[in-house]
């Protein structure tokens, strides 16, 4: 079982940023690759970025590229989103999870959820 635990969210003018973190239990983090998705009020879920277990591959949705990086620390069971230029449109609950198969990142087939971190962008 792994657990995950999101934070960082709050309430942000447009062009601020947020760093998100994602703390994980147990001794296994290291063999999970990691994914942030996000669900805005009203809209489906969507893919934000993922990074696999070695960091070797990093994945960003096309509306957070270069705005947007994901990272994480396995010696502290952490993964992280650094968000920049933030816009309203980046409004949403963001939620972390973690999955054996990094391909299974783009199918939103996830191992583990956490609970979610709220991010409200104001103009």
């Known amino acids: 079982q792994v657990q995950l635990v999101e934070s960082g969210g709050g309430l942000v003018q447009a062009g601020g940023s947020l760093r998100l973190s994602c703390a994980a239990s147990?001794?296994?983090?290291?063999?999970?690759?990691m994914g942030w998705y996000r669900q805005a009020p009203g809209k489906e879920r969507e893919s934000v970025a993922a990074?696999?277990?070695?960091?070797?591959?990093?994945f960003y949705a096309d509306s957070v590229k270069g705005r947007f990086t994901i990272s994480r620390d396995n010696g502290k069971n952490t993964v992280y989103l650094q968000m920049n230029s933030l816009k309203p449109e980046d409004t949403a609950v963001y939620y972390c999870?973690?999955?054996?198969?990094?391909?299974?990142?783009?199918?939103?087939?996830?191992?583990?959820w956490g609970t979610g971190t709220l991010v409200t962008v104001s103009t």
């Open positions: 999870a973690a999955v054996l198969e990094y391909a299974d990142y783009f199918r939103g087939n996830m191992d583990y």
């Open positions: 147990g001794r296994t983090f290291r063999t999970y690759s």
């Open positions: 990074i696999s277990r070695h960091e070797g591959t990093t």
